[in-house]
């Protein structure tokens, strides 16, 4: 298991039978993946929010959901934050600390 530094908490490893992500997100997928996590989770916990990261790239490994995180976030009905003006807004509006934290704890995950 990973750990990150700011919470010192555990990450769990993607679950078995889900195959590994073999290859490096983009900049952009990056980018999506901290300000949609902030704007399901930001309010939660390490472990809540790197749920939320699971969640996603665990998508993005299988077929159907779509093989890029922004295809995986944006899809219809999948994600609230992207649908309603508050969510865009706080997609938008990540403070540089929690940005900053939800980079390393993005990392930890995809490690």
Request: aromatic share 4%.
């Amino acid at each position: 298991m990973a750990t990150t530094g700011t919470d010192s908490i555990a990450i769990p490893p993607a679950r078995s039978g889900v195959k590994p992500l073999n290859r490096e997100l983009t900049a952009k997928e990056l980018d999506t993946l901290i300000r949609i996590t902030y704007a399901e989770a930001g309010g939660e916990p390490a472990v809540g929010q790197a749920a939320v990261m699971h969640v996603i790239l665990t998508r993005v490994r299988k077929p159907g959901f779509g093989s890029t995180v922004d295809e995986v976030v944006y899809a219809e009905k999948q994600f609230e934050p992207t649908r309603t003006k508050e969510g865009q807004e706080r997609m938008r509006n990540v403070p540089p600390e929690h940005y900053t934290r939800l980079a390393e704890l993005a990392r930890g995950v995809l490690s």
